[in-house]
């Protein structure tokens, strides 16, 4: 399974499983996490540690979900370790639109003080 998801008390971890989020997988993942959205999901936590690599429609499907949970009142951050994906979040400028943490931990933390 490609992606999965978890939910720990109120916080939704969706574990994204694949080394290149790409172009390919877009849209099946935005299925996945606007159902999730769609469910009631209020907090969300992407985790992107296994990829190593993320194209721009991925990311793209990243910000449409993004749009979508904040109708609702929600919010999506995102845990990224690889250093070429979180670089290209800061040559893109989403590193300013997104909570951006290097474990699922600190993003469970993030949501335990808000």
């Known amino acids: 399974m490609r992606f999965s998801e978890n939910i720990i008390n109120d916080v939704c ?4 499983d694949l080394e290149q989020a790409s172009i390919i ?9 606007f159902n999730c959205i769609d469910n009631g999901q209020k907090k969300i936590i992407v985790d992107l540690s296994v ?3 993320t194209d721009s429609t991925f990311m793209g499907t990243l910000v449409a979900a993004k749009k979508h949970s904040e109708t609702t009142g929600g919010e999506i ?3 990224i ?3 070429i994906v979180s670089a290209m ?3 893109s400028r989403m590193d300013k639109v ?9 993003g469970f933390q993030h949501y335990a003080k808000s």
């Open 13 to 16: 971890l969706i574990k994204v």
């Open 25 to 33: 997988h877009s849209v099946e993942f935005k299925k996945f996490l």
């Open 51 to 53: 990829c190593k690599q």
């Open 77 to 79: 951050a995102l845990v």
């Open 81 to 83: 370790t690889a250093e």
């Open 89 to 91: 979040f800061v040559i």
């Open 98 to 106: 997104f909570n951006i943490f290097d474990s699922v931990e600190a």
